[in-house]
């Protein structure tokens, strides 16, 4: 397709289930985000890739969260043992540039998780 | 911490209104983004400044830089349903941070 896909769409699981989001980049992007958005409020940036780049994951919140981007293109966001407080809308986004070139960002619809 | 405030956090207002969204930071940033977004989407990119003191319009849109570079503010004259959505501010450092941060919202709600 032509803009940035994430899969599933909707995700509920048990507390303590590990669960898998998937985003797939509008081809060609070298940048790579994942933002987290509780009850429709701001985004909290979670994890940066860019080409090859070590990615910046500084804004994972703990060691239960884990993302990679697998030749370049396709990233996976993986959340073990989820917790009631990691239920939110997971908003993945690429761009052309990094953000120092101001590259526009364009999102996905986002993966509302769900944990019960 | 959260690098970017916005304000208001919620506004409703009657169509053909004006109003103005404020998005300020203690910390300097080299450019600025604004982004809409409507229930079940992602964020849609409306305008990026980049110079302080920069003023941009989009139709009924006017977004304005600070001087300074670590405020913005959007304006939006005569306000019509469509218009209804969260408005995003989001910054990037010029401290090589690599990562954009974007503020805490303004969800606008115009009434017809």
């Known amino acids: 397709g032509a803009g940035v896909s994430q899969s599933p769409s909707n995700k509920v699981t048990e507390k303590g289930k590990d669960v898998e989001l998937r985003c797939d980049p509008i081809s060609g992007h070298t940048a790579l985000y994942w933002y987290r958005q509780s009850l429709g409020q701001g985004l909290e940036f979670l994890i940066y890739?860019?080409?090859?780049?070590?990615?910046?994951k500084s804004g994972l919140p703990s060691d239960r969260f884990s993302a990679e981007r697998t030749g370049g293109s396709v990233s996976t966001l993986t959340i073990q043992r989820t917790q009631q407080e990691d239920s939110a809308v997971y908003l993945c986004?690429?761009?052309?540039?990094?953000?120092?070139?101001?590259?526009?960002?364009?999102f996905g619809e986002g993966s509302r998780l769900t944990v019960l | 911490t959260q690098l970017l405030e916005q304000s208001p956090q919620f506004l409703s207002i009657q169509e053909g209104e004006n109003l103005t969204v404020y998005c300020n930071s203690s910390s300097v940033f080299s450019s600025l983004q604004w982004y809409r977004q409507e229930p079940g989407e992602g964020p849609v990119l409306l305008v990026t400044v980049v110079t302080g003191g920069e003023v941009k319009k989009l139709k009924r849109l006017t977004f304005q830089f600070g001087d300074a570079r670590k405020d913005s503010s959007l304006h939006i004259t005569a306000a019509q349903t469509g218009d209804t959505g969260l408005y995003l501010c989001a910054g990037v450092r010029n401290t090589g941070f690599q990562k954009l941060v974007f503020g805490t919202g303004t969800r606008l709600l115009v009434s017809p």
């Open positions: 890739f860019q080409g090859n780049s070590a990615p910046d």
């Open positions: 986004a690429s761009s052309l540039f990094g953000p120092k070139n101001t590259g526009e960002l364009f």
